[in-house]
């Protein structure tokens, strides 16, 4: 892995391979079962300029479970960029206080140009629409996981992404990332006009995956193993689609009906989250709460590892964690 981790790009499968075995070594200090304290001193700066629960909280959890201390900033307003100070600047300055730093922001590009300017790892824990690496990244792990429990492989997977595809940086994350393994089928659904990027879509097939577009989740999709649906991001849309878009069809919920009728007992149904419960959203439906292929829960819970591994490597102490986590 480079010295930040600002895009699925910048991974090779080997990477990614060694991140997801990594993270399964973390697992135990993860549940407290054991303790490392091996980044005690160290000072992650949180600076999360969008709303985040999952992403600035596990961030936070990780690097405490490894021993760190964490200084959290939140939105623009208690940050001093509200008095028009530049992405170069804060960079500058927070390299000088913290060990690491994650960083969501609005914009896509801005956390990229906030690490070209700092001395520290930079993670990037959203950019607008751009990416979300470390949630593509446990979504992988989740994945596998599932799959282990399940009897089931990833080569030749078929795979469903649904939602809001264009604005939804989490899968724009996840289908490079899948894209990185044998080939496998992806089916995308997005209600029209929230299309995955065609550039990201082009790059998928050239490496060989089959892909699928479809408007609608009215088909048989029994031998689907992961459905993957976002929350539609309308604090992204334009004025224009604002009026043009309206409620949400009932057309792109997944609920248990869905799941009973077009998919099988061994579908397992994740989502990034947040999902939007507020009326005539129809995001992720809650009648699935008590189904064992609800994955969602698991799904936030393997961020504490995965987020523990992504540490771990950036800041090069992964041969001390197995030290501390040798029988004595
Ligand atoms: N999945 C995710 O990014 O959640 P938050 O927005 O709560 O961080």
Do not use: W
Request: proline share 5%; glycine share 6%; with cysteine.
């Amino acid at each position: 892995m480079s010295s930040h981790l600002l895009s699925i790009d910048s991974l090779s499968r080997d990477h990614v391979d060694h991140l997801l075995r990594l993270a399964a070594r973390m697992e135990p200090i993860a549940q407290r079962r054991q303790v490392t304290r091996v980044l005690e001193g160290a000072v992650l700066g949180n600076l999360f300029f969008e709303a985040s629960t999952r992403t600035r909280v596990s961030f936070n959890a990780a690097f405490c479970r490894l021993g760190g201390s964490v200084c959290d900033t939140t939105g623009f307003t208690f940050s001093s960029m509200a008095k028009g100070e530049s992405l170069y600047d804060t960079s500058r300055v927070m390299s000088g206080y913290c060990d690491a730093i994650v960083m969501r922001h609005p914009d896509q590009g801005s956390v990229a140009e906030f690490a070209a300017a700092t001395h520290v790892p930079v993670i990037n824990g959203g950019d607008g629409p751009g990416e979300h690496p470390s949630q593509a990244l446990l979504d992988l792990y989740t994945i596998d996981k599932e799959f282990t429990r399940l009897g089931k492989k990833l080569a030749g997977a078929h795979v469903l992404l649904t939602g809001d595809l264009k604005y939804g940086r989490t899968v724009h994350s996840l289908i490079k990332l899948l894209s990185l393994y044998e080939p496998m089928r992806i089916t995308l659904v997005a209600p029209p006009g929230l299309e995955m990027p065609s550039q990201v879509v082009d790059r998928v097939v050239s490496r060989g995956h089959r892909v699928e577009q479809r408007e609608s989740l009215a088909s048989d999709f029994a031998d689907v193993d992961v459905v993957y649906t976002t929350r539609i991001q309308k604090e992204r849309f334009t004025e224009e689609m604002n009026e043009s878009f309206g409620v949400l069809s009932r057309d792109f919920t997944v609920d248990r009906a869905f799941l009973d009728q077009r998919c099988s007992d061994t579908t397992i149904v994740m989502h990034p989250l947040p999902r939007d419960s507020r009326p005539g959203a129809n995001d992720l439906d809650v009648d699935l709460n008590s189904d064992p292929r609800l994955a969602i829960f698991r799904q936030t819970d393997n961020g504490i590892p995965v987020r523990m591994a992504i540490f771990a490597s950036l800041l090069a102490v992964e041969e001390q964690i197995e030290h501390d986590l040798r029988p004595v």
